[in-house]
């Protein structure tokens, strides 16, 4: 059983950066896709940011690009979300899942099937 754990949240003015992690532990493949999705209050979760299980294609949202760097490192089963320019609307509950969709459709939740229990990140000054 896979099982996904976030860190690296928290409170921060705008224009701040924080750099969040997902470590992947039980059994999983050697490569792995990952997504980030964010819950604001009242609000649904959406989708951030996601990297192809081969490493060779990403995906952000609109709102975060060029502001947010997705990556992850197979040997350590860790998956990153820098975030730079943090803005107040970016404030949200992050979480991270894993899961092998093809390029095309990597923004999609239903597309992971295993999900982290999520980090809070508030952006206020």
């Known amino acids: 059983q896979v099982h996904l754990v976030e860190s690296g949240g928290g409170l921060v003015q705008p224009g701040a950066s924080l750099r969040l992690s997902c470590s992947v532990s039980g059994e999983t493949a050697s490569r792995f896709g990952m997504a980030w999705f964010r819950q604001a209050p009242g609000e649904e979760r959406a989708f951030v940011a996601a990297?192809?299980?081969?490493?060779?294609?990403?995906a952000y949202a609109d709102s975060v690009k060029g502001r947010f760097t997705i990556s992850k490192d197979n040997v350590r089963k860790t998956g990153y979300l820098q975030m730079n320019s943090l803005k107040p609307e970016d404030t949200g509950v992050y979480y991270c899942?894993?899961?092998?969709?093809?390029?095309?459709?990597?923004?999609?939740?239903?597309?992971?099937?295993?999900w982290g229990q999520g980090t809070q990140v508030t952006v206020s000054s």
């Open positions: 899942a894993t899961g092998s969709p093809i390029l095309s459709n990597m923004r999609p939740a239903a597309a992971y099937g295993t």
């Open positions: 990297i192809h299980y081969t490493g060779s294609g990403t």
